[in-house]
């Protein structure tokens, strides 16, 4: 496909993912804000609580219902669609970036794996996580939510350790956030959208609720809460190098994953108390702790093995600038990848930290190493960063 109409497409469906992905986090985060500030002292009868609030130069009154009303109102307003875009733009927008350069953004560096067989082992990612978890969630293991997240997070972790033996960091991260998105999505889908559809029918025809349904709804409708923060850092983790890219990259995403789980668990409770506040301060060490962690060694000045610029000028212009100039001449790109380009040595010497960083330390560039970069190479370019990426 031309590079051009691919750029573009790639643009269209990450808006459209981006817009509605909004549209469901903000809609969650609001309803759980709104149930924790529900004022439970003496409500009305039928009634578990209700609130007050002011935006935007209004006053609303909200009220909730222990079960349902009497009688359906006229308009009942139901949130699905949000959940149900995102996941089919967000899945699209997989296979545009991914699944159609499954050489450059999926299958790891020096791998083997044909891209109808990393394309095959995505999807069906998608297809076990889900039914895992919801066996999971309705086996003996559902009656107890707290042991039943930890055996979730397990798994998780080890789904993010498989995938990143056979997929590029980048495509590891972003299968598991797929994973999770999946899950979120077959949640509202399978569970919540039935069980609230379910409600609505029993009051239609004058019938007792079943409660069951709803108690159900209620814990995936908690687990999609909790997986937010997580899916939302995996979003943007394409950006950041140093964490897909480094050697235990699968531990990283755990550990900021679990990183997540902590903030989410303080905002969810901090309307009762503030005994989860030290979650906050703790993952802020906790992301300290990792980015020190994950930080490159700092290569030794040699004296006595002086690169030239010329050396590292030829291994430059044959392994990167096939994406990174003005002109690429890899028909995968129409301009240079985040602007980035090598056509001159002040644009080189300007690139020298972005290089050390994603060519040497991560070696998360170039992508999918389609242009074999050999490691005697990186170490060629990284003794001449080290010794200051001298130009003249």
């Known amino acids: 496909m031309d590079p051009h109409i691919t750029e573009w497409l790639n643009l269209a469906v990450r808006w459209v993912h981006m817009i509605t992905g909004i549209a469901w986090i903000g809609a969650s985060f609001y309803f759980v804000w709104l149930e924790n500030h529900l004022d439970r002292r003496n409500p009305r009868e039928g009634l578990s609580g209700d609130l007050w609030a002011i935006h935007g130069g209004g006053i609303y ?26 996941f089919l733009s967000g899945f699209v ?8 350069n499954a050489q450059l953004y999926l299958v790891a560096p020096g791998s083997d794996l044909s891209s109808a067989a ?4 995505g999807v069906g990612s998608l297809v076990v996580g889900w039914l895992v978890y919801t066996g999971l969630c309705e086996s003996p293991l559902g009656k107890t939510p707290a042991l039943l997240g930890l055996v979730l997070f397990a798994l998780l972790v080890f789904a993010a350790w498989g995938l990143s033996q056979v997929f590029s960091g980048r495509g590891a991260f972003i299968h598991v956030g797929a994973i999770i ?4 999505v077959g949640n509202v889908f399978r569970v919540i959208m039935p069980a609230q559809r379910a409600l609505v029918k029993a009051i239609e025809e004058g019938r007792e609720p079943d409660p069951v349904l709803p108690a ?14 997580p899916v939302l850092f995996i979003m943007i983790s ?18 900021l994953a679990a990183l997540s789980v902590l903030v989410r668990h303080y905002f969810n409770t901090r309307h009762e108390s503030q005994k989860f506040a030290w979650t ?32 590292v000028s030829q291994v430059i ?75 003249d």
């Open 61 to 86: 009154h909200l009220e909730k219902y222990k079960l349902a009303p009497p009688k359906m109102p006229e308009t009942l307003h139901w949130f699905k669609w949000e959940a149900y875009a995102t």
């Open 93 to 100: 927008l997989l296979a545009v970036v991914y699944y159609l």
């Open 118 to 121: 990393a394309i095959a082992i």
């Open 181 to 184: 998105g999946t899950i979120m």
């Open 216 to 229: 159900k709804g209620l814990l995936r409708s908690r687990h999609n809460n909790y997986f937010t923060l």
């Open 238 to 255: 394409n950006h950041f190098p140093s964490t897909y890219g480094a050697e235990f990259n699968w531990a990283v995403l755990a550990g």
């Open 280 to 311: 906050l301060p703790a993952a802020a060490l906790g992301m300290v702790t990792l980015a020190f962690v994950v930080a490159p060694q700092k290569a030794v000045q040699s004296e006595h093995q002086q690169v030239s610029f010329a050396e």
């Open 317 to 391: 212009s044959e392994r990167c600038t096939v994406c990174h100039s003005s002109s690429p001449s890899y028909a995968g790109f129409s301009t240079a990848p985040a602007g980035v380009m090598f056509d001159d040595a002040q644009q080189i010497k300007t690139q020298a930290p972005k290089i050390l960083s994603q060519a040497i330390t991560t070696q998360s560039m170039p992508l999918g190493n389609i242009t074999q970069m050999t490691q005697a190479e990186r170490d060629l370019v990284g003794m001449w960063i080290a010794n200051g990426a001298r130009i």
